[in-house]
Structure formats: C-alpha cells, structure tokens
C-alpha cells in the first residue's frame, strides 16, 4: 500500500503553461519534502515543509503543505523546458522519523 | 565535494551469486538509507541506519542486508540475488536532527540486472 499518492503520473504541458501536482496520504506526516530527479541521477531537494498550512516559493514553484498535514502541492507557473523530471514527494511520520516514505513520482515533460 | 559514492554504477549478475553495493559518503552525516526505484514505484525504502551499530527495516527489506560499521560506510548486501531483485539501487545520507528529517543527499545509483 503506497503511503503517499502522487497525482497525476504523467503530465506532458507545453512551455508557459502552469501546472500542479498532488501527494496525498492518509497519514499525517511530520515534515514532507519534494524531489526532482533526472534521468541517470539521483534526487535533488526542492523544498521541505514541516507547518500545516505551510506555502514556500522557490522563483516559479509554489510549495504548499495541507492544514492537516496529509497532503502537499507543487504549482509551477509557466513552465519551461527545463522542468521537465520526475517529482517526487517523501515524507516522514512521526512515530518513525527514520523510516522514510517516498510517492510513486510524477512524470513532466514540457515542450518547446 | 559533498557527496554520497556508488560503486558499482552498473551490475550485471546471475541468480544466487552473491554480491555488494558500496555506498560512502563525506559529510559526517548520521543517517544513511538504501532505496530501490522501479518504474511507476517511486522509490522504496529498503534498509535505512539513523548511526553506528544501528540498522532498521525500511519497506523492502527482504532478500538484503546492510551494515554501519563505519559512519561513512553503509554497504547494500544481496546474499542470493533472484531476478526480481534487478532495479535501479540508491543510498542516501543526511544529518538527522530528530523529528524534523533534513535533506537527503542521494548517489548517482546502481544499475543491477539479476539473470
């Protein structure tokens, strides 16, 4: 059972569109982080959210973690070609800091 | 530089030979984890060390095993690797700070194909 749903798995947008993607949980979750990775590396931190109600903003990403703390967004605003990865989001509950969940990943391509 | 080593980057074996994955990072970090990443599965947790001497099960932990003798050491073991096993490995580290978990540094991953 995936602890973390991520929604939509693949999302294919042309340049200057805006977007969002989803992870949601049942689980309420200490703290939750977004990843982006490209092909043949490993993942880069974005961002980390540990406050219900959280918004953080890296330049065009909007990062924001659910009231409860179950759920996050990423909004991009007018996309370019060099957001194209996977993202992914990870958190951790709080009973078990150390176990770590990952969701399965969203897909985004952006097209010139 | 910072940053978590893999080695080897790409494995291709046979059922039941046994084989290990380096991983070793430079930043004194306490915590180390193994994942696996398989398409359309995000990554899975398999083994994850929060010091020394201290190991736990991630998710998928079964068919691996893992050591922490060393704080910059956290080797992935397959005792008898079976194909299903065939996925692309990462380690990771991070200062681990209590509840709040920091940012994991993750390698450039493993390749391994089980035939």
């Known amino acids: 059972t995936q602890l973390l749903e991520q929604s939509p798995q693949f999302l294919s947008i042309q340049e200057g569109e805006n977007l969002t993607v989803y992870c949601n949980s049942s689980?309420?979750?200490?703290?939750l982080q977004w990843y982006r990775q490209e092909p043949g590396e490993g993942p880069v931190l974005l961002v980390t959210v540990v406050t219900g109600g959280e918004v953080k903003k890296l330049k065009r990403l909007t990062f924001q973690f659910g009231d409860a703390r179950k759920d996050s967004s990423l909004h991009i605003t007018a996309a370019q070609p060099g957001d194209t990865g996977l993202y992914l989001c990870a958190g951790a509950i709080n009973t078990n800091a150390g176990k770590s969940t990952f969701g399965d990943g969203t897909t985004l391509t952006v097209k010139p | 530089e910072a940053q978590v080593t893999q080695n080897p980057r790409y494995l291709i074996t046979v059922t039941g030979k046994k084989l290990t994955v380096t991983c070793s990072q430079n930043?004194?970090?306490?915590?180390m984890s193994w994942y696996r990443q398989d398409p359309g599965l995000g990554l899975r947790q398999i083994y994850y060390s929060m010091n020394v001497e201290v190991t736990d099960k991630g998710d998928v932990p079964e068919g691996y095993k893992v050591s922490r003798k060393e704080k910059r050491n956290f080797p992935l073991i397959l005792e008898s690797p079976s194909p299903n096993q065939t996925s692309l490995y990462f380690c990771?580290?991070?200062?681990?700070?209590?509840?709040?978990?920091?940012?994991?540094?993750f390698g450039p991953g493993t390749r391994l194909t089980v035939l």
């Open positions: 930043m004194n970090h306490e915590y």
């Open positions: 990771a580290s991070s200062a681990y700070s209590g509840v709040v978990y920091n940012e994991q540094f």
């Open positions: 689980s309420v979750f200490s703290s």
